[in-house]
């Protein structure tokens, strides 16, 4: 396909509206439940698409992720108390009714709706829905079936944008040539070139070279947003060429409790199956993410700490 193409025309009725796009991923789950639930036809209209959507254990976001395991992500940020834990918590929260304003009791309003489905669909809310504007201009969350196929690539790989035409039909068109066979990706957010934002709101992580630093690695940086700060900074001559600097890029290095060989060797162990609760070693896909993350962070953090440390010599600070 040249560029300029279009990929996918989704007609506006095909989007599922699921609300303002500003609220919780769980009140826009709430919206399409009540919408699945009072019309039975749409909803009946819609069972490919609901069946081509992941199911349980499939997709693992920030709402649905296991706690158990975090402790292998060594990362007081992402596991500690400001983050998946509780994300986790107030998802179920929701559920039991500690959002009256939502929900006063899922029991009552969603027979059969169990906690397990709540969590998981409030995750594919979150993972898988688009933001545009409505016809009032409102910022509006919607799932958007045949697009939400395709994953995120980063900004300058990702090969097709999607955008909304004033009819609210949306379209999906190639922003290069693309070859036949190549897989379509377009930009979910820039943010998500950092780790940690990847893994939060979408639960995967990607291997750069050179390494990219996790986005709360960075100075002024969070998991919601983007910093202002690069990796660029640390060129010489960069605005983060300072001793300082140094000093708290090795502060985060010396507080991993394990080396990036020692995770290299975790990572290899076989967990024999009666060691269940081991301390380390992977026992599944999730728990070698988890330990995959921690490496590239580590790789990252190395690499950008030589990278400041030979531009402080050259610059005689050093
Ligand atoms: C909107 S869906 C994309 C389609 C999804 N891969 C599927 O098969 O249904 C978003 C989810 O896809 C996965 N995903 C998207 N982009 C990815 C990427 N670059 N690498 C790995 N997983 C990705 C993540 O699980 C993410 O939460």
């Known amino acids: ?3 300029d193409q279009i990929t996918v025309h989704l007609p506006s009725q095909l989007a599922v509206t699921l609300g303002p796009g500003m609220v919780t991923p769980e009140e826009n789950t709430v919206s399409l439940l009540r919408q699945q639930r009072d019309n039975p036809e749409w909803n009946a209209s819609l069972i490919p698409y609901w069946e081509s959507l992941p199911g349980f254990g499939g997709i693992l976001t920030k709402e649905n992720m296991p706690t158990d395991a975090l402790h292998l992500l060594q990362d007081p940020v992402l ?18 009714g500690g959002k009256a304003a939502l929900v006063e009791s899922f029991v009552d309003e969603f027979p059969g709706v169990t906690l397990e489905h709540f969590q998981h ?15 009032d201009g409102v910022p509006t969350r919607m ?3 045949l697009l939400d196929m395709l994953n995120h690539g980063n900004e300058g790989t990702a090969n097709v944008q999607i955008i909304e035409a004033d009819n609210g039909d949306i379209y999906a068109y190639t922003l290069r040539d693309v070859e036949a066979g190549e897989e379509l990706t377009h930009t979910y957010t820039a943010a998500i070139r950092r780790n940690d934002q990847a893994l939060f709101h979408y639960g995967f992580i990607q291997e750069y070279e050179p390494p990219a630093l996790v986005e709360q690695d ?5 998991l919601y947003d983007m910093s202002s700060y690069s990796e660029e900074d640390y060129d010489l001559g960069g605005r983060l060429v300072t001793r300082q600097e140094l000093q708290r890029l090795q502060g985060i290095l010396d507080s991993f409790p394990t080396t990036m060989a020692q995770d290299a060797a975790i990572l290899q162990e076989e967990k024999p199956w009666w060691q269940f609760w081991g301390k380390e070693g992977p026992r599944n ?8 993350y921690r490496i590239m962070r580590k790789q990252a953090l190395q690499y950008v700490h030589t990278k400041l440390k030979d531009a402080l010599i050259v610059s005689k600070e050093l």
């Open 143 to 145: 799932l958007l079936p």
């Open 79 to 96: 596991a500690g108390t400001s983050s998946i834990i509780v994300h986790g918590a107030y998802t179920r929260n929701v559920f039991y």
């Open 1 to 3: 396909m040249k560029k």
């Open 121 to 135: 669909l409030t995750s594919i809310v979150a993972s898988y829905a688009f933001t545009f504007p409505n016809e």
């Open 285 to 292: 896909d999730l728990e070698r993410m988890f330990i995959q």
């Open 218 to 222: 960075l100075p002024d940086g969070n």
